[in-house]
């Protein structure tokens, strides 16, 4: 099976511009994660779904980032502008509560630079 | 915010040797988990404690929870220079559903 699918691997982009990070979950999973990393702050939980819905977004830093799950096999993060210090590694990460609701399985992650 | 803090942040060992790694945390959980990340990639889960549970083995890792003290620790036997990752682990509160909380992490390097 494949696992969590995440694109582009690695952005550059420059201050100001919009970015859209993708995730595509493992097939039957109903939790999806969107984590970022950064040296100074480590792993930060950003929003999660369950079924597609949003359930907390509280992690997400401030209104420039949103995220989406149009449906089950789909999901999005957008920084709109971004900044310098959205420069981190984004992680996405599904689960499925039916067979382990905590076990998280990771993507390969995208690393942002903002220049 | 970092439910907890791991203890080392760094720890090189040789090939054969055994490695522990410590985590603490701060409210109680329902499980605890560890992840590995290789660099430059995702985290690959390796094990799950539960609350009531005191100790867990898979393969040559072997994981203790200590909840009255709210501390877990990892164990790496007889070591690979494969086991070479930072180590996380992560909890689940009480209450929260479904949410991790990650530890700052700790770099092992395994010398040949």
């Known amino acids: 099976d494949a696992g969590v699918i995440q694109s582009p691997r690695h952005e550059v982009t420059e201050m100001g511009q919009e970015v859209t990070l993708r995730c595509k979950p493992i097939?039957?999973?109903?939790?999806l994660f969107w984590y970022r990393q950064t040296m100074m702050r480590g792993l930060e939980l950003l929003i999660y779904?369950?079924?597609?819905?949003?359930?907390?977004d509280s992690g997400m830093p401030e209104d420039r980032f949103s995220a989406k799950m149009p449906n089950a096999s789909f999901s999005t993060l957008k920084i709109q502008p971004s900044e310098p210090r959205d420069s981190a590694v984004y992680f996405c990460?599904?689960?499925?509560?039916?067979?382990?609701?905590?076990?998280?399985?990771f993507g390969p992650g995208t690393r942002l630079t903002v220049l | 915010s970092q439910q907890g803090e791991e203890d080392p942040q760094a720890l090189s060992i040789q090939e054969g040797e055994n490695a522990t790694m410590n985590c603490s945390y701060k409210?109680?959980?329902?499980?605890l988990q560890w992840y590995r990340q290789n660099s430059g990639r995702g985290l690959v889960h390796l094990i799950l404690?539960?609350?009531?549970?005191r100790e867990k083995h898979s393969g040559r890792l072997r994981v203790t929870l200590d909840t009255s003290k709210k501390s877990s620790s990892l164990l790496i036997t007889a070591s690979r220079a494969a086991d070479t990752a930072s180590y996380f682990c992560?909890?689940?509160?009480?209450?929260?559903?479904?949410?991790?909380?990650f530890g700052s992490g700790t770099q092992l390097t395994v010398l040949p």
């Open positions: 409210t109680s959980i329902n499980n």
């Open positions: 779904f369950n079924n597609n819905v949003p359930i907390d």
């Open positions: 990460a599904s689960s499925n509560w039916a067979v382990s609701p905590d076990t998280q399985y």
């Open positions: 992560a909890t689940v509160h009480s209450g929260s559903a479904r949410q991790l909380t």
């Open positions: 097939s039957g999973h109903d939790y």
């Open positions: 404690i539960r609350s009531n549970e």
